[in-house]
């Protein structure tokens, strides 16, 4: 074998080694044991105590032998990220010291933690502290391999002792449950009787970028926060435009081969990876899967980028905003709504006007996305996220769809005449290269700047931030498809099936006209966008802060409440999360520069100031002219002045705002007050960084981050 030959890798066999999927349960469990269990999680039946304890000794044994010493209740708290609790197997001692090991069908269905410690906007602190993690046997359970060991992880939803969700599981399952229900009961009225269930699958695309490590430790700003908050633009960006699509860098490529097979061993079915527009940007899309499931595997994904990155001495970052001036990453929320039989609900099929489900399915989706917009918004709402909607590579903080030529004219159609007779075909196109075959044109051609694109047979929602769970998005789909097909399904079990026909035909028409003003398959990114869609009434919402309040709205608490997937409490306490989120981590980002500004940057200036004053007095003593250093010298002060006023005065706003009691007005104080002077503190120490010599600037630039990898 050459060096350059890779060891075989047998990734069939290697695929989902580390999970205890529906082949390992069928393998080992007992069959009567196994059908419950696959009762529970396709029917939702609840699982009795003696098979639980039946499926718990099974699931340990299986851990065991993979090498793991410790099972954890793995749970998405309010956090962002997840979180576990780790117990080892063993029971207590025996006589003789010996002890057993053990997983019990209690410890399997129900943990408890102190739920005090976790975000709850308020409503831990009128109840008891206790908070309970509750298995959620839909996701498979699955071996996490660190540098500690090995770890059984299982996927558990997390309440507080009276049954509010304190997470982002319980309510994604909530809506789910939701839509299914909504939209079975739609597809009965066309006819439809062999389907049980309508399943939303979600391929979450992830971008991240990846620095090195030595670089990235020697960065408070990166360290504490995620992301720069000082730095001048190198000269060159991403405007060559030749990193998108590029060839890997070799150190790259290694890291990406590792996180793939990590990844494949718990089942994440990593697909595609490639380089993105920015330098040091990347992307990994895994295939599409149901909806819990991806929003189990992008954690998975997320983690994994991080710890493979530090083994290979890079450093992997989240953040939606990393560096200033190139692109932001995001997360691609892919969405469509499959049978239980398959069917996609989202597929147009040959002729879309002859396809009158689909239609009605679309129409609904109009429906709900602009009668729900604020609310669409508010799910991607992340206080990096404010950094990079609205910029010019991202989808603006207004939503709108985008449908494609041909399905826009269907749409127009059936608002102007009534009917859609006939389809723009995707004709040919002509590569003009002979040896090319002439490849049939999509019907829909792509539009980057869209923020919910139709793509075929799924919904692209491009406004998630690259670091936010996809949960939260995803619950509000379903539940806003779901009230929409739940009223569409109303009022055409009123017309009678007798009138069916002529009830779909209208009301598809009439939702395309009502709710046309959502569809926009212009460019995004223009100024003249935000105006038209203002004169449309279309809510622009550019902050996170301004997102905020769709969650609690009466239109939203009756929307959530209706379909069982929050109570008003619950949106209360999200809404409370928030606020105090966004507050947290704009001071630590003040904080942050407050510190990395006054202990290193402004020394750094200070220091050039003083070489720049000997070199004017030696140049003066040999009696040269010594205009340039004095110029250079003058210009450096000014900045130095400006740089320390603006340092007092972002001290002092972030104290003021830190003082005041967390909610919507401390949140709109640092947003209004503190953000602002974070910028003006960068301004000065930007444009002194450009006049300092290398030697004394004392973190990595932009360029040796971006480019040195
Ligand atoms: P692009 O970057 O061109 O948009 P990618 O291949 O990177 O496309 O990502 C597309 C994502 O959409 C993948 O995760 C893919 O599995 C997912 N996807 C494809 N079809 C569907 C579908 N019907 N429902 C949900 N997701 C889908
Ligand atoms: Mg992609």
Request: glycine share 6%; proline share 5%; net charge negative.
């Amino acid at each position: 074998m050459t060096e350059m030959q890779s060891p075989v890798f047998d990734l069939q066999e290697v695929f989902g080694e580390d999970v205890f999927n529906d082949t390992a349960m069928k393998k080992r469990l007992p069959k009567k044991a196994y059908q419950k269990l696959r009762e529970t999680i396709d029917g939702g039946q609840e699982l009795d105590f003696e098979t639980a304890d039946i499926i718990a000794h099974t699931m340990k044994e299986w851990a065991m032998e993979k090498g793991a010493t410790h099972f954890t209740h793995w749970f998405q708290p309010l956090t962002g990220v997840t979180a576990e609790k780790h117990d080892s197997f063993i029971s207590a001692p025996d006589n003789e010291g010996k002890v057993l090991m053990r997983l019990s069908g209690k410890e399997l269905i129900k943990g408890e933690s102190d739920a005090s410690s976790f975000p709850s906007g308020g409503l831990r602190a009128t109840f008891e502290a206790r908070g309970y993690t509750i298995w959620d046997s839909t996701s498979p359970a699955f071996i996490k391999r660190d540098e500690g060991g090995a770890t059984l992880c299982i996927p558990t939803a997390f309440c507080s002792y009276t049954g509010e969700a304190l997470d982002q599981k319980t309510p994604l399952l909530r809506s789910m449950e939701a839509v299914s229900r909504e939209a079975i009961h739609l597809l009965r009225l066309f006819g439809n009787t062999t389907s049980e269930k309508v399943i939303p699958h979600v391929g979450a695309e992830q971008e991240y970028f990846i620095i090195d490590r030595e670089k990235y430790l020697k960065r408070m700003d990166l360290v504490f926060t995620g992301r720069t908050l000082f730095g001048a633009m190198p000269p060159k960006g991403q405007e060559l435009d030749d990193h998108y699509f590029g060839t890997l860098k070799p150190r790259i490529a290694a890291y990406m081969s590792d996180v793939n097979k990590e990844l494949w061993r718990l089942g994440v079915p990593a697909k595609t990876q490639h380089n993105e527009a920015a330098p040091a940007q990347h992307e990994l899309a895994p295939i599409y899967e149901k909806v819990n499931v991806a929003v189990d595997h992008n954690q998975l994904i997320m983690q994994t980028l991080k710890r493979v990155a530090t083994r290979h001495g890079l450093r992997c970052l989240l953040h939606e905003k990393p560096f200033a001036g190139v692109n932001g990453s995001g997360k691609h929320d892919n969405w469509s709504l499959v049978t239980d039989d398959g069917i996609n609900l989202l597929e147009p099929g040959k002729t879309p006007h002859e396809n009158i489900q689909f239609l009605m399915v679309l129409t609904c989706i109009l429906k709900a996305v602009d009668e729900h917009a604020d609310l669409l918004r508010e799910s991607a709402a992340d206080v990096g996220n404010d950094l990079r909607l609205g910029g010019n590579e991202a989808p603006p903080a207004i939503i709108s769809v985008f449908l494609g030529e041909q399905l826009e004219d269907v749409v127009f159609q059936l608002v102007s005449t009534g009917h859609a007779s006939n389809t723009k075909k995707g004709g040919k196109l002509n590569t003009g290269v002979p040896y090319l075959n002439d490849i049939s044109k999509d019907a829909t051609d792509r539009n980057r700047t869209s923020p919910f694109a139709f793509t075929g047979n799924k919904f692209e929602f491009r406004m998630v931030g690259s670091r936010d769970s996809v949960a939260g998005p995803n619950v509000v789909l379903n539940s806003i498809v779901a009230e929409a097909f739940h009223e569409a399904a109303e009022e055409l079990e009123k017309a009678g099936p007798e009138n069916f026909d002529n009830a779909v035909h209208d009301l598809i028409k009439r939702y395309a006209s009502e709710h046309q003003r959502i569809i926009f398959n212009g460019n995004g990114y223009s100024e003249s966008w935000v105006t038209e869609a203002k004169r449309r009434g279309l809510p622009n919402l550019p902050t996170m802060v301004d997102a905020i309040p769709a969650l609690t709205t009466d239109k939203a608490a009756a929307l959530f409440e209706k379909f069982g997937v929050f109570t008003k409490k619950e949106l209360v306490s999200r809404m409370e999360v928030k606020y105090e989120t966004y507050s947290k981590d704009i001071n630590i980002e003040a904080r942050t520069m407050l510190e990395l500004a006054g202990k290193q940057l402004i020394p750094a200036i200070i220091n050039c100031t003083e070489k720049l004053a000997r070199a004017v007095m030696t140049v003066e003593q040999a009696g040269a002219d010594a205009s340039v250093q004095k110029r250079r010298l003058q210009k450096l002060s000014a900045l130095l002045a400006e740089a320390e006023a603006a340092h007092e005065t972002l001290e002092s706003e972030t104290i003021a705002a830190e003082r005041m009691p967390a909610g919507r007005n401390q949140a709109v104080t640092f947003r209004d007050r503190v953000v602002p002077a974070m910028e003006a503190l960068r301004r000065p120490v930007d444009e002194a960084e450009m006049m300092v010599d290398k030697e004394l600037w004392p973190i990595p630039s932009y360029a040796d981050l971006m480019f040195e990898v």
